[in-house]
């Protein structure tokens, strides 16, 4: 064998087994009965400072009985937060007792922690020392909620194409079932679509020990070219994320790349969550110019999260004009899907 195809033969070997081991890199949990104490814990918890200033937290399991979390001061994103004033904990788990302690700003190792917490059966108590110049009372309890996106199960209207609703994979390339009605990752549509507007539900697997984009990655592709990141970035902001240099652009609901969402609305993972997509074509004149650019609108879980967004010019890739298919992402983890449809319209309405 020639040195170079010994090298080259080498190299396939070393990235294969890469990526083979990625399955198993990270305990891996795809339902809540086997996820153990520390899916417990994790969540989100919304009640009130001193009995009259709402508040609510995301608490995040990291593995091995550790936790960090963010406080939002108003309601959890999309239901109360202002997108303001935030502050965040750490905490640990030991001989049966989480305990937190937290620091309002952006400096989790300083000392003299102003907050402390405990949970015990779905409830969150503890004291906010930050707010003592507004408040006479300053503790606080939280109770554990498991919010449900408001379009999970909508039903496709009339004139809908059924793209999948557990039952078959004919509108699919490659696809297969798996849970008895679930559509796994890596499954591309026959048919190629323009303007569209598109209902999917996803559940991403509880990673706990994984960061970053190992974290239940996949991406829904529209029309094969621009991927909405489909990724376990529950609880991450700008200052806890510790994640790789575009994890602010790939939290799930991003626009990979190109644009990152206004509001993370990520659910906690083993929670289906939803996305309501509306894609619209470039539009040209008579001589072929582009007079209007290719735009969309995301809905995760309910809440728009990127309004008639401008996308950047396709042309270098390819002609922008031609439809493409919808195509979900198999990046090595296991999320899962179901419930898809997407309707068509025309031209006209594109804009």
Not at 215 to 224: D, L, M, P, Y
Request: charged share 25%.
């Amino acid at each position: 064998m020639p040195k170079w195809c010994a090298f080259c033969f080498c190299t396939f070997e070393l990235i294969a087994t890469s990526l083979l081991d990625a399955d198993d890199r990270y305990p891996t949990f795809t339902n809540i009965k086997e996820a153990g104490l520390d899916y417990a814990v994790q969540g989100e918890y919304v009640g009130l400072v001193g009995g009259v200033l709402p508040v609510a937290a995301q608490v995040i399991a990291l593995g091995d009985g550790v936790f960090e979390g963010v406080t939002f001061y108003g309601g959890l994103p999309g239901a109360g937060w202002d997108g303001g004033q935030l502050s965040y904990f750490k905490g640990k788990t030991k001989d049966g007792n989480t305990q937190f302690v937290g620091k309002y700003g952006y400096k989790l190792e300083e000392k003299n922690d102003y907050w402390h917490a405990t949970i015990d059966h779905g409830v969150l108590r503890g004291s906010d020392q930050s707010l003592r110049n507004q408040l006479n009372d300053v503790s606080f309890v939280l109770h554990k909620v498991r919010r449900e996106s408001p379009t999970v199960g909508i039903q496709p209207p009339k004139g809908a194409t059924v793209l999948f609703d557990g039952t078959n994979t004919e509108a699919w390339e490659r696809a297969k079932i798996i849970e008895g009605d679930l559509l796994d990752r890596d499954a591309k549509t026959r048919q190629s679509f323009q303007n569209h507007r598109i209902h999917l539900e996803f559940r991403t697997p509880f990673m706990p020990t994984a960061r970053g984009m190992h974290r239940g990655n996949s991406g829904v592709f529209i029309r094969n070219k621009y991927e909405i990141q489909i990724v376990d970035s529950f609880g991450w902001t700008l200052v806890n994320r510790r994640f790789e240099r575009n994890s602010w652009v790939g939290r799930c609901g991003g626009i990979e790349e190109i644009l990152p969402p206004e509001i993370n609305m990520c659910f906690p993972p083993l929670t289906w969550q939803t996305y309501d997509i509306e894609y619209f074509m470039p539009r040209y004149d008579d001589q072929g110019e582009q007079i209007m650019p290719p735009m969309m609108t995301v809905a995760l879980n309910g809440v728009i999260i990127h309004n008639r967004r401008v996308l950047p010019p396709e042309s270098e890739v390819r002609d922008d004009r031609d439809p493409g298919p919808l195509y979900l992402q198999d990046h090595h983890d296991q999320v899962v899907f179901r419930n898809i449809w997407i309707v068509e319209s025309g031209s006209d309405l594109s804009h």
